[in-house]
């Protein structure tokens, strides 16, 4: 059976394999360097894709008005898109008033289509078609974080007095 990584990786399994090369300081130097070049970039690789995989900042808009007041509840609309955000990626909400939003999806918003509020311990899937409503009342002021299942959708909910 043929496997690629045998056809790639034989020629390095063998020059590290040799006894001729142990003895050759250039040849170590060279199999260590390119051991240590290749676990660097590994290490980046994995560590930069996870601090922000989308690389997309969170900006908090100035002046940022709050919701309309429907039945006693602040009322919000949040919808993940397939351009991997969220839309808004900022909320502002008042403390101790009731919050209803009213979150959706795009067809394919892959991930994003469950919103993760960690502060208010609230999980929600958007159903294929509509919307689910997630509704909770902030007791703490102060800017806390959603996001999807993978954090790679990102937004700040933020409570003021």
Known sequence: MFHITETLFHPFIYIVSTHETYGDTMNNLLIVGLMAGLTLVGFIFITGASANPTGKAITIPPNTSFPPMVDGKQDLYLKATQA???????????????????????????????????????????????????????????????????????GIIEVIE
């Open 84 to 154: 991997g955000v969220y839309n808004p990626t900022y909320l502002k909400v008042k403390k101790d008033i009731p919050v209803r939003i009213h979150y959706s999806s795009d067809e394919y918003a892959g991930c994003g289509r469950e919103v993760i509020f960690p502060e208010f311990k609230i999980r929600k899937l958007a159903p294929s078609q509509g919307e689910a409503l997630i509704e909770f009342t902030p007791t703490r002021t102060g800017r806390f974080p959603y996001h999807c299942s993978m954090k790679m959708f990102n």
